[in-house]
């Protein structure tokens, strides 16, 4: 929750004449995203989502989460649409940095989802990954299983101080999943932090997805993983096997996980948590003592990651195996 | 630049089930206000704005803060207005703190503005006072010069740090300010913060003024003496006497100022920069070392209170004195 950069009204105007949007009427800084620099922007055109990139999301990178969004919401997919200028550009630069324009999305997301959305998130997953499979560009995931051990080299001397013994549970862990990660499950397109603050909602239904900055090229169930982790726990960490089912059941129906898929599972979502455990780990021992700004706390997925060591199959997760 | 509060989709539905707004369509915390924490919501009725208020604000004083914006709305001034809950009343409570929304205002601020804002930014300034003569309600100046010695004696231990002499200089000038201060000038409802983000502009002409929490009950022409501190220096501290005549000629068209305001101009600037300059030093003294989020520089209102000193009269502001 971030803005880094401000923005001066006469600047703003500048570059918004680059675009078919009208005049400036107001602009705002909004306290969403983690990595980038966010306004809400109203025009005579109507309302919009302004984004300046910061270093940590690399220019080059750029065209990718761009043509994606715009390649998920041509194929019908609620997702930011990126505004084109009037040379039909999608980037630009404002107070020295990349800056794009995309479309406002109404919508609310769920603090406390019900398994109703869980199921609705199944379903748009499903679908992001049927209209992203004929999208031509790549990415690597920068933060899939090979980069895992460099992750933990940077925390590894913190480690035990956030929680006793939680260094050698995830040397052991990491071990494990570098020599079994599936190598062979579906690939293409997937969005890699569908979070309940990246899914918007109007009542009951989903209204829009949001937040493509760490989407890429990776295992499709992996994403499925991803989504049991962050949608399908209890603030008391514990499973909810309702929620886990509904999400299951409806990404299913759109598109259905092979046996092969639903085997890897148990293991994929290991994976999930250790990613969102070490770079959480990252994040807090990064953060100078007596700052006023706390990030995530990474215990949440110490606690999923034991969880999903002792479930047997697919089964445990509310499918059949 | 804040929110403080976190608030949950399904609590704020609940909380705009009080007001006659419509269904809640999308809000967003936006980065505005020191004290409270604000969002920007979308409803079936428009766009509003939310205010949680944190505990530096006292409860008791807010009937007094939203009494004076519907006053001030409801003789022209362009200002954000509470909205009326079905109860008729403009405080609710939402995520256990106050909460009260008000009408969204379109605009910008004006982070370099020129001598045409300073003149319409003049202008509003007396009309507010013109407005604010038959306002019911009364409030004390927490922060006028019966303070300012608490507040220097918070921050003298650490004042040489921030710039040597510096000590010295206020306790001098407290001195001075608590002997000379005047008494028996024009006394009524004073915005008393009136800075540039807090005075939204469409083009060059003015859209709304914001931010009343300070406002309260004091001499009419401190106001003016803040609003020249605020608005007529340059970036390298020098003062811009264009721009000063043009806030000065402005007020004046609507509320002339009288021969005692003027002669007392000088010494009310002086004031109103060493109360920003306190409580910019208390602030800066009070942030931990290596916090991310950086307080105002008090060094500004120190180069201030300096040119004040050397000022023999209104003239030098730019009006006849």
Redesign the interface.
């Known amino acids: 929750?971030a803005?880094y950069t401000?923005v001066?009204?006469?600047d703003?105007a500048r570059f918004l004449g680059d675009y078919d949007v009208g005049e400036?009427?107001?602009?705002?800084?909004?306290?969403?995203g983690v990595e980038n620099s966010n306004f809400?922007v109203?025009t005579g055109a109507g309302h919009f989502i302004l984004t300046l990139y910061e270093k940590r999301v690399a220019a080059a990178e750029l065209p990718f989460f761009l043509g994606l969004m715009e390649h998920l919401a041509g194929r019908g997919l609620t997702c930011p649409q990126p505004v084109k200028n009037k040379k039909g550009g999608m980037l630009g630069t404002l107070a020295g940095r990349p800056a794009a324009l995309v479309t406002?999305?109404?919508?609310?997301?769920?603090?406390?989802p019900a398994a109703g959305h869980c199921a609705a998130v199944g379903e748009a997953l499903a679908m992001l990954h049927l209209a992203g499979a004929d999208f031509a560009m790549q990415r690597p995931n920068a933060l899939s299983v090979g980069s895992w051990r460099a992750l933990y080299a940077q925390a590894k001397g913190g480690c035990d101080k956030v929680h006793a013994g939680l260094s050698e549970t995830i040397a052991m862990e990491l071990d494990h999943l570098e020599a079994a990660w599936p190598r062979d499950l579906p690939q293409g397109v997937i969005h890699a932090d569908l979070f309940p603050d990246n899914v918007?909602?109007?009542g009951a239904k989903l209204s829009g997805v949001i937040d493509f900055y760490f989407a890429c090229t990776d295992t499709l169930a992996y994403d499925v993983a991803i989504c049991l982790n962050a949608w399908c726990f209890e603030t008391d960490h514990s499973y909810n096997v309702t929620k886990g089912r509904a999400l299951l059941q409806a990404y299913g129906k759109v598109r259905a996980l092979s046996p092969g898929e639903r085997a890897a599972l148990p293991l994929l979502a290991r994976g999930a948590a250790l990613r969102f455990l070490l770079t959480r780990l990252v994040d807090w021992l990064a953060v100078?003592?007596?700052?006023?700004?706390k990030p995530k706390d990474p215990f949440e997925y110490f606690r999923k990651l034991r969880f999903h060591q002792a479930v047997k199959s697919a089964g445990d997760y509310g499918i059949s195996a």
């Open positions: 929750m803005v401000d001066a009204a006469e703003l400036l009427l107001s602009y705002k800084g909004i306290a969403e809400l109203h406002f999305l109404d919508g609310m997301w769920m603090r406390r918007f909602f109007l100078p003592a007596g700052a006023l700004v």
